[in-house]
């Protein structure tokens, strides 16, 4: 009988350990969705204008960002894709602007 405690408390631990795990390796659902809102809101307010779509969106958990894809689409629907790095935590800031960073360079 205490074998079975035993074994499955370390089961427990280790399922546990391994969900932990995952979700620091891939990201957690509820902070990649705020990540994305804050990022909604930063080009509605940046660029309000530009009609765009999030199309990607990956985890780097080395640093805790939110890497998103923003397709813009110009009106002779010419699609050009930039690269957003949200944080990974409160206030889910963005870090790197690239349709300003390339338009600074042209």
Do not use: C
Not at 63 to 73: A, G, L, N, P, S
Request: glycine share 4%.
């Amino acid at each position: 009988m205490k074998k079975k405690i035993l074994y499955s408390v370390i089961a427990v631990l280790l399922i546990g350990v391994l969900v932990y795990a995952y979700m620091q390796m891939s990201g957690n659902t509820v902070h990649k969705q705020r990540a994305k809102e804050s990022l909604e809101t930063f080009l509605q307010e940046t660029y309000p204008e530009m009609d765009y779509e999030i199309k990607q969106v990956g985890y780097g958990w080395t640093d805790v960002t939110y890497e998103f894809e923003v397709v813009r689409k110009d009106s002779l629907a010419v699609e050009t894709t930039y690269t957003f790095y949200v944080s990974g935590f409160e206030p889910y800031e963005v870090f790197s602007d690239t349709i300003r960073e390339t338009s600074i360079n042209d």
